[in-house]
């Protein structure tokens, strides 16, 4: 798929890690999406297994009830990650500036990223290099909600709506050429109060 010209331009261009220098330690989501999340990738069967959650911080939303056997967390900030109670492993790395992962191929059952996709410049590249480092048949879970920086996310994210957001990453996981068909759902229910939670997933061919 072709994206138009522009579309991965943002406002703020400059060096992620000036943006992200600064600690964070807040919920991005709030607790009925956390929970929604949680409970996501339980269904999937994330439980137990060897799990990468990219774009990750100080919460990464698994029940405690079904946590990872080992969690890796790549994020941009080191005091965020450290402050992560289940990582097993933390990896400061800026997808945008190299999109290729620092790990060696088939070294994870599943990866997640969640409410961060949409900052992502190379998302095709990151998506295919996802895909070299999961084990056949393992699952990529992306979910996002309708709040973010503005500045950072790239403009073809911010100019599309919801529903146009679950096509986007269904394209990236096409395009990317490594993953079966994608699924997208709100998995929050449409009369809950609330941040709406999208989770976008797709198994590695
Ligand atoms: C909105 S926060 C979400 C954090 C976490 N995933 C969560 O669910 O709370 C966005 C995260 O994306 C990460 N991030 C942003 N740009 C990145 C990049 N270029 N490479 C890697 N991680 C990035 C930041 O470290 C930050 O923690």
Not at 99 to 111: C, E, G, M, V, Y
Request: glycine share 6%; hydrophobic share 40%; net charge negative.
């Amino acid at each position: 798929m072709q994206f138009p010209p522009g579309f991965f331009d943002r406002v703020d261009a400059a060096d992620d890690a000036a943006f992200y220098a600064m600690p964070r330690l807040v919920t991005h989501i709030d607790d009925g999406a956390i929970a929604a999340v949680g409970a996501l990738y339980e269904e999937l069967g994330l439980a137990g297994t060897d799990v990468i959650d990219l774009m990750g911080s100080w919460i990464s939303h698994f029940r405690p009830s079904a946590a990872p056997r080992h969690l890796t967390v790549l994020g941009m900030n080191d005091y965020e990650l450290s402050e992560n109670p289940m990582a097993g492993e933390t990896v400061v790395h800026d997808l945008n500036a190299d999109p290729r992962l620092p790990f060696d191929d088939a070294s994870f059952d599943h990866a997640t990223c969640c409410v961060s996709v949409d900052y992502l410049t190379q998302p095709v590249d990151v998506f295919r290099d996802v895909a070299r480092v999961l084990r056949p048949g393992g699952i990529f879970v992306i979910t996002f909600s309708n709040r973010l920086f503005p500045t950072k996310a790239i403009r073809g994210w911010l100019m599309s709506d919801s529903d146009t957001h679950c096509d986007i990453v269904r394209a990236y996981f096409e395009s990317s050429g490594a993953f079966e068909p994608a699924t997208a759902q709100l998995r929050t229910p449409l009369d809950q109060p609330g941040d709406p939670l999208y989770a976008v997933y797709a198994r590695r061919r």
